[in-house]
Protein backbone atom coordinates (compact mmCIF):
# COMPACT_ATOMS: atom_id res chain seq x y z
CA UNK A 1 0.00 0.00 0.00
CA UNK A 2 1.94 3.62 -1.01
CA UNK A 3 2.02 5.94 1.67
CA UNK A 4 2.41 9.02 -0.47
CA UNK A 5 -0.95 10.60 -1.12
CA UNK A 6 0.12 11.23 -4.79
CA UNK A 7 0.68 7.28 -5.20
CA UNK A 8 -2.46 6.80 -3.81
CA UNK A 9 -4.15 8.92 -5.85
CA UNK A 10 -2.59 6.79 -8.64
CA UNK A 11 -3.92 3.58 -7.62
CA UNK A 12 -7.09 4.84 -7.72
CA UNK A 13 -7.09 6.14 -10.94
CA UNK A 14 -5.48 3.19 -12.51
CA UNK A 15 -8.49 0.85 -10.93
CA UNK A 16 -10.74 3.61 -12.66
CA UNK A 17 -9.16 3.45 -16.01
CA UNK A 18 -9.15 -0.65 -15.89
CA UNK A 19 -12.49 -0.58 -15.07
CA UNK A 20 -13.37 1.50 -18.24
CA UNK A 21 -10.85 -0.41 -20.20
CA UNK A 22 -12.62 -3.63 -19.07
CA UNK A 23 -16.12 -2.36 -19.92
CA UNK A 24 -15.44 -1.26 -22.67
CA UNK A 25 -13.39 -4.40 -24.16
CA UNK A 26 -16.50 -6.16 -23.03
CA UNK A 27 -18.76 -4.34 -25.00
CA UNK A 28 -17.14 -4.73 -27.98
CA UNK A 29 -16.51 -8.22 -27.92
CA UNK A 30 -20.62 -8.15 -27.59
CA UNK A 31 -20.84 -6.17 -30.38
CA UNK A 32 -18.52 -8.67 -32.61
CA UNK A 33 -20.59 -11.62 -30.92
CA UNK A 34 -23.71 -10.00 -32.37
CA UNK A 35 -21.93 -10.06 -35.79
CA UNK A 36 -21.45 -13.70 -35.71
CA UNK A 37 -24.70 -14.45 -34.70
CA UNK A 38 -26.11 -12.68 -37.56
CA UNK A 39 -23.32 -14.19 -39.80
CA UNK A 40 -24.44 -17.63 -38.77
CA UNK A 41 -27.91 -17.10 -38.91
CA UNK A 42 -27.28 -16.13 -42.88
CA UNK A 43 -29.19 -12.74 -42.15
CA UNK A 44 -26.94 -10.52 -44.88
CA UNK A 45 -28.93 -7.01 -43.55
CA UNK A 46 -28.39 -7.71 -40.63
CA UNK A 47 -25.04 -8.85 -40.99
CA UNK A 48 -23.78 -6.05 -42.87
CA UNK A 49 -25.26 -3.77 -40.11
CA UNK A 50 -23.71 -5.17 -37.10
CA UNK A 51 -20.81 -4.90 -39.12
CA UNK A 52 -20.27 -1.26 -39.79
CA UNK A 53 -20.96 -1.09 -35.81
CA UNK A 54 -18.41 -3.49 -35.21
CA UNK A 55 -15.70 -1.75 -37.63
CA UNK A 56 -16.81 1.80 -36.10
CA UNK A 57 -16.24 0.90 -32.02
CA UNK A 58 -13.09 -1.16 -33.25
CA UNK A 59 -12.20 2.40 -34.55
CA UNK A 60 -13.07 4.34 -31.13
CA UNK A 61 -11.26 1.35 -29.37
CA UNK A 62 -7.98 2.51 -31.29
CA UNK A 63 -8.19 6.08 -30.53
CA UNK A 64 -9.05 5.86 -26.99
CA UNK A 65 -5.57 3.75 -27.00
CA UNK A 66 -7.92 0.39 -25.81
CA UNK A 67 -6.89 -1.46 -29.08
CA UNK A 68 -3.73 -1.42 -31.09
CA UNK A 69 -3.79 -0.40 -34.24
CA UNK A 70 -2.86 -3.46 -36.09
CA UNK A 71 -4.66 -5.45 -34.10
CA UNK A 72 -8.38 -3.89 -34.83
CA UNK A 73 -7.52 -3.91 -38.15
CA UNK A 74 -7.26 -7.40 -38.03
CA UNK A 75 -10.21 -7.76 -36.64
CA UNK A 76 -11.77 -5.77 -38.70
CA UNK A 77 -9.91 -7.86 -41.82
CA UNK A 78 -11.59 -11.12 -40.36
CA UNK A 79 -15.02 -9.62 -39.79
CA UNK A 80 -15.17 -8.61 -43.26
CA UNK A 81 -14.21 -11.66 -44.87
CA UNK A 82 -16.64 -13.45 -43.21
CA UNK A 83 -18.97 -11.49 -44.33
CA UNK A 84 -18.18 -11.87 -48.15
CA UNK A 85 -17.74 -15.57 -47.65
CA UNK A 86 -21.26 -15.64 -46.27
CA UNK A 87 -23.05 -13.85 -50.12
CA UNK A 88 -21.03 -16.89 -52.15
Known amino acids: MPNIKSAKK ?3 VIETKTL ?6 SNLK ?4 KFEVA ?6 AKATEA ?16 L ?10 QLALKLNKMSV
Do not use: C, H
Request: avoid cysteine; glycine fraction near 4%; charge should be positive.
Open 10 to 12: RVK
Open 20 to 25: RNKMLK
Open 30 to 33: TIIK
Open 39 to 44: VNGDDK
Open 51 to 66: LSVAVKRLDQAVAKGI
Open 68 to 77: KKNTASRKKS
